[in-house]
């Protein structure tokens, strides 16, 4: 389901991500930003935190198109608009960066990222029934707070919480550090 288009036989650039994510409200944005700049300041990092708009947790991400395909955003829609699955609490309390260059330094959690794992499970499995991806056997949630040539090992802080009541189906503009949502779908019963 992936659209290519040519011009003279040069394939376009693939600079169109979809992903499905969950969004902090904006007092827990506020909140993050806060602390990846306390981080910066405790270990010395150089990396420019993200702007709140992009802050985010990537539930399941379907790939880079050259143009966004609408059938796939059709798709995807209509996965969410079937997703029964009452709003949760997420908590992360711990820093730590990921392996990369740059490093990418994130927030993640222990138990209070529990609901967070099952929610991206049925989401995962009702794509993978749809025909649309797989997700990865191994999912770590976090929220990305910047990038830095330097890394910092595992540590906790002081814990961000927020509930969760949607999640976005959202248009990447690769980069170009932009991010649309193209969809919104509140949790329920």
Not at 50 to 55: F, G, I, M, T, V
Request: with cysteine.
């Amino acid at each position: 389901m992936r659209a290519e288009h040519s011009f003279f036989g040069f394939e376009a650039p693939k600079a169109d991500g979809l992903f499905f994510a969950l969004l902090p409200d904006p007092d827990q944005a506020t909140q993050i930003e806060r602390t990846a700049q306390q981080l910066c300041i405790r270990h010395r990092l150089s990396g420019t935190p993200l702007a709140p708009e992009r802050l985010h947790i990537s539930l399941f991400g379907f790939g880079a198109y050259a143009g966004l395909p609408p059938e796939l955003v059709a798709a995807a829609s209509d996965i969410a608009a079937r997703i029964s699955v009452r709003p949760f609490d997420v908590t992360f309390d711990r820093a730590l960066s990921f392996l990369g260059r740059p490093r990418p330094l994130v927030l993640c959690g222990g138990d209070g990222v529990t609901d967070l794992i099952a929610f991206q499970r049925a989401l995962g499995d009702a794509i993978e029934k749809r025909g649309l991806g797989r997700p990865k056997p191994q999912y770590m949630p976090h929220v990305t707070l910047l990038y830095d040539k330097h890394g910092i090992d595992p540590h906790e802080i002081e814990p961000v919480r927020w509930t969760v009541r949607e999640f976005v189906l959202v248009h990447s503009l690769r980069g170009l550090s932009r991010y649309i949502p193209v969809g919104r779908w509140p949790l329920r019963d």
